[in-house]
């Protein structure tokens, strides 16, 4: 059964930083493009970022571009998702989903940038 | 970027009725290996988002068959053909043929 777990989501002032984590099973997580997909409070779906199997390649959404960094760890079967600079509109559940078409999902961590 | 602009908003059913949701994009879907990347997700309260329809109408593993996806170039449908009471939620569209991949804004299904 693929499993997606986020963690690392809390409370954050504007201006901090903050690394998410996803920890895959179920499924070999190398031979897969992964992404971060994000929902501000009560709005829609946005997605953020993705990244190729072997790490090589690497894209984000330009809200994001400069402040956050998608990396992996393929030995861990591992996700990540560092977030700098934040700012109150990065407030949102951030969930990791396999593939660039999302196939499955995480149950998602929320990050609350507020002073 | 390319929009995605799904009607109606809201969408009050009747169980046991059908229920239809569209979903209209800025560009082209068409990709170039041929492929139109058009997904469709449902979002149940208080739950994450679950992939019910890739490409236009593949119905992922587990999908009721009462779920279809239907469509074409820049239009596209969501069709349920008798909704039950498990499918209350948010309907998402989402194309991933341009970068960057857009969602669209949600059609919310309840029961009457």
């Known amino acids: 059964e693929v499993q997606l777990v986020e963690s690392g989501g809390g409370l954050v002032q504007p201006g901090g930083s903050l690394r998410l984590s996803c920890a895959a099973s179920?499924?070999?997580?190398?031979?897969?493009?992964m992404s971060w997909v994000r929902q501000a409070p009560g709005k829609g779906l946005e997605w953020v970022a993705n990244i190729k199997q072997d790490g090589s390649e690497k894209y984000y959404v330009d809200s994001v571009k400069g402040r956050f960094t998608i990396s992996r760890d393929n030995a861990k079967n591992s996700l990540y998702l560092q977030m700098n600079s934040l700012r109150a509109e990065d407030t949102a559940v951030y969930y990791c989903?396999?593939?660039?078409?999302?196939?499955?999902w995480g149950q998602g961590t929320l990050v609350t940038v507020s002073s | 970027d390319v929009v995605m602009t799904q009607s109606p908003l809201s969408l009050p059913v009747t169980l046991g009725q059908p229920a239809s949701i569209s979903c209209r994009s800025s560009?082209?879907?068409?990709?170039?290996?041929?492929?139109?990347?058009l997904n469709w997700f449902q979002q149940r309260p208080g739950q994450s988002p679950r992939r019910l329809i890739y490409k236009v109408s593949n119905r992922d593993s587990g999908v009721p068959d009462r779920f279809s996806g239907s469509g074409s170039g820049t239009d596209f449908t969501l069709k349920i053909s008798r909704v039950e009471a498990e499918d209350v939620g948010v309907y998402y569209c989402?194309?991933?043929?341009?970068?960057?991949?857009?969602f669209g804004g949600g059609t919310k299904v309840e029961i009457k």
């Open positions: 560009q082209s879907l068409v990709y170039s290996d041929g492929n139109t990347y």
């Open positions: 989402m194309q991933g043929t341009h970068w960057p991949p857009t």
């Open positions: 989903a396999r593939e660039r078409l999302c196939d499955y």
């Open positions: 179920g499924f070999t997580f190398s031979s897969y493009w």
